[in-house]
């Protein structure tokens, strides 16, 4: 794109300063197919088509551009030769015969001469015109012309649609340009025209001159080379994207993932994702996502009906996930970057997002690397995330606010309900040893418990649901035992001594009778300094957690009498009000 506007560089500069060569322009022409504001990009090129067609050569233009043609030619050859290459694409749409008035040095072939006309001079006067040349040359070096912003506007309104679109999305690119993509120069296009000049050191006219256009696309397509962006269709995970393949490469299918790993030190890897599955499968994917390493805690998480996005950020990593159900199918993708990347990453992102495809096919769940060694700490290879401290709380209202232990407060940066949902400490009793978490957003639990105002009866059967084995479990467990004692190992009235085994991950759970009703809270399986035996567990009584929860302002919902469930439905309810909270930092 940066050709066109090069090359209409040199042909307006020829109409507005008649550089004419008449005894060029009936003696010989040169098919014009590109120009750049720059040797080594010029150099690069002109060497790229001497590998494809005859007569290349590379000049430097009295506007100081850098021109690559073919010839000469007689005008006639000149426009079979033109002809001829269009229909073949083998050089750019918009190439056309130029006579030569600009060309004033060659820069290749090294030591030829295309612009000499045949003579009889003496080398006497060859030698004097090689140094009238230089003489010529040397100022345009210095200072090149360049358009009036009169100019600029009538060379700009040659411009296409296309070339105007171009202009705005390069401008867009580098953060000067917020605006739709319209092709309209007004006043927001115009304003970012200024700024970019001003980033540049020109004069801020607000109006780009045919250079300043070709410099600004040369700009965005250097960036875009340096991210080596290219649409890539991976049939197997039937995903059609754009991916920076400067910065990542193919490495392996593991399901449900197509992994990209990082090249070049670039600190960016993608995955793509893809599975056959339904909502279910989509929301399970949205749960296990937020466990992994790659997707720090801290971030913004939704989730709709069909799809999910994702992000994380923290002083170490970034990413973004988005995934949504097509047909039978989740489809999307995971990108993640460090820091560093950051300024990278705000480019591609958007690129990634709009160019995003859902085509035919999906992972096999046997897509795996061979002798991949998978354990619990890790999902299709990629690292589980684990909290510092992971205890049992139980819902104790409709909009779920949790009542759980204090060893998850004060010692964790973030606190989260079932891995999901981010809470606040609204309460905390140390005496008590219980905290009262309110989520940061409104929750629609399956159940709560309904607080015993009496004690339960000694010797009777009670139930303890919680998160053992240091909450690796996905839902919660229920334990049976017996109440032992209305009070405290010291005679304590808040408390009751139970006789059942329970783990460390266990404490802040629910006890409930047999029909259904939480007489009160696991309490740590300490008492100060001293262990208690496995097969006895101190639990807080719920007839004394009601006043304490009535006047921190928490409304509970008091028992009442029912009949007897057995063990199965006892177990459901218990699981539908308890939860795992999980400390984090």
Same mark, same amino acid.
Not at 403 to 426: K, M, P, R
């Given at each position: 794109?940066?050709?066109?506007?090069?090359?209409?560089?040199?042909?307006?500069?020829?109409?507005?300063?008649?550089?004419?060569?008449?005894?060029?322009?009936?003696?010989?022409?040169?098919?014009?197919?590109?120009?750049?504001?720059?040797?080594?990009?010029?150099?690069?090129?002109?060497?790229? $088509?001497?590998?494809?067609?005859?007569?290349?050569?590379? /000049?430097?233009?009295?506007?100081?551009?850098?021109?690559?043609?073919?010839?000469?030619?007689?005008?006639?050859?000149?426009?079979? %030769?033109?002809?001829?290459?269009?229909?073949?694409?083998?050089?750019?749409?918009?190439?056309?015969?130029?006579?030569?008035?600009?060309?004033?040095?060659? /820069? /290749?072939?090294?030591?030829?001469? !295309?612009?000499?006309?045949?003579?009889?001079?003496?080398?006497?006067?060859? @030698?004097?015109? !090689?140094?009238?040349?230089?003489?010529?040359?040397?100022?345009?070096?210095?200072?090149?012309?360049?358009?009036?912003?009169?100019?600029?506007?009538?060379?700009?309104?040659?411009?296409?649609?296309?070339?105007?679109?171009?202009?705005? &999305?390069?401008? #867009?690119?580098?953060?000067?340009?917020?605006?739709?993509? @319209?092709? +309209?120069?007004?006043?927001?296009?115009?304003?970012?025209?200024?700024?970019?000049?001003?980033?540049?050191?020109?004069?801020?006219?607000?109006?780009?001159?045919?250079?300043?256009?070709? #410099?600004?696309?040369?700009?965005?397509?250097?960036?875009?080379?340096?991210?080596?962006?290219?649409?890539?269709?991976? #049939?197997?995970?039937?995903?059609?994207?754009?991916?920076?393949?400067?910065?990542?490469?193919?490495?392996?299918?593991?399901?449900? /993932?197509?992994?990209?790993?990082?090249?070049?030190?670039?600190? =960016?890897?993608?995955?793509?994702? *893809?599975?056959?599955?339904?909502?279910?499968?989509?929301?399970g994917l949205y749960e296990i996502?937020?466990?992994?390493?790659?997707?720090?805690?801290?971030?913004?998480?939704?989730?709709?009906?069909?799809?999910?996005?994702?992000?994380?950020?923290? *002083?170490?990593?970034?990413?973004?996930?988005?995934?949504?159900?097509?047909?039978?199918? =989740?489809?999307?993708?995971?990108?993640?970057?460090?820091?560093?990347?950051?300024?990278?990453?705000?480019?591609?992102?958007?690129?990634?997002?709009?160019?995003?495809?859902?085509?035919?096919?999906?992972?096999?769940? !046997?897509?795996?690397?061979?002798?991949?060694?998978?354990?619990? @700490?890790?999902?299709?290879?990629?690292? =589980?995330?684990?909290?510092?401290?992971?205890?049992?709380?139980?819902?104790?209202?409709?909009?779920?606010?949790?009542?759980?232990?204090?060893? =998850?407060?004060?010692?964790?940066?973030?606190?989260? &309900?079932?891995? +999901?949902?981010?809470?606040?400490?609204?309460?905390?009793?140390?005496?008590?040893?219980?905290?009262?978490?309110?989520?940061?957003?409104?929750?629609?639990?399956?159940?709560?418990?309904?607080?015993?105002?009496?004690?339960?009866?000694?010797?009777?059967? &009670?139930?303890?649901?919680? $998160?053992?084995?240091?909450?690796?479990?996905?839902?919660?467990?229920?334990?049976?035992?017996?109440?032992?004692?209305?009070?405290?190992?010291?005679?304590?009235?808040?408390?009751?001594?139970?006789?059942?085994e329970t783990a460390d991950t266990?404490?802040?759970?629910?006890?409930? @009778?047999?029909?259904?009703?939480?007489?009160?809270?696991?309490?740590?399986?300490?008492?100060?300094?001293?262990?208690?035996?496995?097969?006895?567990?101190?639990?807080?009584?719920?007839?004394?957690?009601?006043?304490?929860?009535?006047?921190?302002? %928490? *409304?509970?919902?008091?028992?009442?009498?029912?009949?007897?469930?057995?063990?199965?439905?006892?177990?459901?309810?218990?699981a539908d009000m308890t939860v795992?909270?999980?400390?984090?930092?």
């Amino acid at each position: 794109m940066a050709t066109r506007f090069l090359q209409g560089l040199l042909a307006l500069t020829f109409v507005v300063f008649g550089f004419v060569s008449t005894a060029q322009a009936q003696n010989q022409v040169w098919v014009q197919i590109e120009a750049h504001p720059n040797l080594a990009t010029a150099e690069q090129r002109v060497r790229a $088509y001497s590998q494809l067609v005859d007569n290349v050569n590379g /000049f430097r233009a009295t506007t100081g551009l850098y021109a690559v043609s073919l010839g000469p030619f007689d005008p006639e050859t000149g426009q079979l %030769v033109l002809q001829r290459l269009l229909g073949q694409g083998l050089i750019p749409r918009d190439s056309y015969l130029e006579d030569g008035g600009l060309y004033a040095t060659q /820069f /290749f072939p090294v030591a030829a001469g !295309a612009l000499d006309e045949p003579t009889d001079a003496t080398d006497a006067d060859t @030698d004097a015109d !090689a140094e009238a040349a230089e003489e010529v040359a040397e100022p345009v070096e210095t200072a090149p012309l360049d358009e009036t912003p009169q100019q600029a506007r009538q060379s700009e309104a040659l411009l296409t649609r296309e070339q105007r679109d171009e202009l705005q &999305i390069a401008l #867009q690119w580098f953060g000067f340009y917020n605006g739709r993509i @319209d092709g +309209a120069f007004g006043p927001g296009t115009r304003g970012s025209m200024q700024a970019y000049q001003e980033s540049r050191g020109m004069e801020p006219s607000g109006i780009l001159t045919t250079r300043q256009r070709a #410099q600004l696309l040369d700009e965005y397509q250097s960036e875009l080379a340096a991210l080596g962006m290219r649409n890539v269709l991976d #049939q197997r995970a039937g995903v059609q994207i754009d991916l920076p393949m400067a910065m990542v490469e193919f490495d392996s299918y593991n399901f449900p /993932f197509a992994q990209y790993e990082e090249i070049n030190d670039s600190g =960016v890897r993608v995955m793509l994702i *893809s599975q056959p599955g339904d909502r279910a499968t989509l929301f399970g994917l949205y749960e296990i996502m937020q466990t992994l390493e790659i997707v720090p805690l801290e971030g913004e998480r939704e989730r709709g009906a069909d799809s999910f996005t994702l992000t994380g950020q923290s *002083s170490e990593l970034r990413s973004h996930t988005e995934a949504r159900l097509v047909g039978g199918a =989740v489809k999307g993708f995971t990108l993640i970057w460090e820091p560093s990347a950051d300024e990278q990453v705000a480019r591609v992102l958007p690129m990634m997002q709009e160019s995003f495809r859902a085509v035919d096919g999906t992972l096999d769940p !046997a897509a795996v690397p061979e002798g991949l060694d998978e354990s619990v @700490d890790m999902v299709s290879g990629l690292t =589980v995330r684990r909290p510092d401290v992971v205890r049992t709380g139980f819902y104790i209202d409709a909009r779920g606010t949790v009542l759980t232990t204090t060893e =998850v407060a004060g010692q964790c940066g973030q606190i989260l &309900i079932d891995n +999901a949902y981010e809470a606040s400490v609204a309460y905390r009793d140390d005496t008590l040893g219980i905290v009262v978490l309110s989520p940061n957003q409104q929750l629609a639990p399956l159940g709560f418990a309904q607080l015993a105002s009496d004690p339960a009866r000694l010797r009777s059967e &009670i139930a303890v649901a919680g $998160y053992p084995f240091g909450g690796a479990l996905s839902s919660a467990s229920t334990t049976f035992g017996s109440l032992e004692d209305l009070r405290g190992m010291n005679g304590e009235e808040t408390m009751q001594r139970l006789a059942v085994e329970t783990a460390d991950t266990e404490a802040g759970g629910p006890v409930l @009778d047999l029909s259904g009703n939480v007489i009160g809270m696991v309490l740590p399986g300490t008492i100060g300094n001293r262990a208690l035996p496995s097969d006895v567990t101190m639990a807080l009584r719920a007839d004394q957690l009601i006043g304490v929860l009535a006047d921190a302002g %928490v *409304s509970v919902t008091q028992a009442q009498p029912v009949g007897a469930l057995n063990r199965e439905n006892l177990s459901r309810e218990a699981a539908d009000m308890t939860v795992r909270v999980s400390c984090w930092n």
